[in-house]
T-cell receptor
Framework: NAGVTQTPKFQVLKTGQSMTLQCAQDMNHEYMSWYRQDPGMGLRLIHYSVGAGITDQGEVPNGYNVSRSTTEDFPLRLLSAAPSQTSVYFC???????????FGEGSRLTVL | AQSVTQLDSHVSVSEGTPVLLRCNYSSSYSPSLFWYVQHPNKGLQLLLKYTSAATLVKGINGFEAEFKKSETSFHLTKPSAHMSDAAEYFCVVSALGGGQGNLIFGKGTKLSVKP
């Protein structure tokens, strides 16, 4: 019973490098989202998708890109990493009827 | 517009004593409200949710919350704290029903439980 799977769990980047955080869910949820969590800030929405081929910006989208080619996968791309993107990133999918979010275990990113 | 305010960033209780984590919300629509728990280095897990049914909602691990429209509150309680309850708790509001719209997270309340 995998649920939401995120990889990698840890990553260290240098300023200007690019990388992709992977997220996959096996619950056939249409809605998927990416959050970042910073101390004292709660979770802030980066991007979300309401189905394959449809994405939209959340509260803090700058510096991040997403795509949704399948229902299962929702990768998050950092095009040119900056120290301000040092954070813990969570992917989540949402059950349509109840609204419950199912979270991955997080990806801890450090940008030097 | 919708917003959620968790009134305490940190709450400390002794094991066996009651827990109260406070949450106020603001919403232009009838909200759905959730409490999530995050244990260290883990993702968030749903504790309980309110979606316009009974105003007193029971969740996992003995937690419950009461939706009070007149006070725009959704406080989380537990009669007797256990060491395993030490975690961070997030109150979340969704303005357009549980299945639609984006969710707004409070900034979190860290619960410490002393032996």
């Amino acid at each position: 019973n995998a649920g939401v799977t995120q990889t990698p769990k840890f990553q260290v980047l240098k300023t200007g490098q690019s990388m992709t955080l992977q997220c996959a869910q096996d619950m056939n949820h249409e809605y998927m989202s990416w959050y970042r969590q910073d101390p004292g800030m709660g979770l802030r929405l980066i991007h979300y998708s309401v189905g394959a081929g449809i994405t939209d910006q959340g509260e803090v989208p700058n510096g991040y890109n997403v795509s949704r080619s399948t229902t299962e996968d929702f990768p998050l791309r950092l095009l040119s990493a900056a120290p301000s993107q040092t954070s813990v990133y969570f992917c989540a999918s949402r059950e349509t009827g109840t609204g419950e979010l199912f979270f991955g275990e997080g990806s801890r990113l450090t940008v030097l | 517009a919708q917003s959620v305010t968790q009134l305490d960033s940190h709450v400390s209780v002794s094991e066996g004593t009651p827990v109260l984590l406070r949450c106020n919300y603001s919403s232009s629509y009838s909200p759905s409200l959730f409490w999530y728990v995050q244990h260290p280095n883990k993702g968030l897990q749903l504790l309980l949710k309110y979606t316009s049914a009974a105003t007193l909602v029971k969740g996992i691990n003995g937690f419950e919350a009461e939706f009070k429209k007149s006070e725009t509150s959704f406080h989380l309680t537990k009669p007797s704290a256990h060491m395993s309850d030490a975690a961070e708790y997030f109150c979340v509001v969704s303005a357009l029903g549980g299945g639609q719209g984006n969710l707004i997270f409070g900034k979190g309340t860290k619960l410490s439980v002393k032996p």
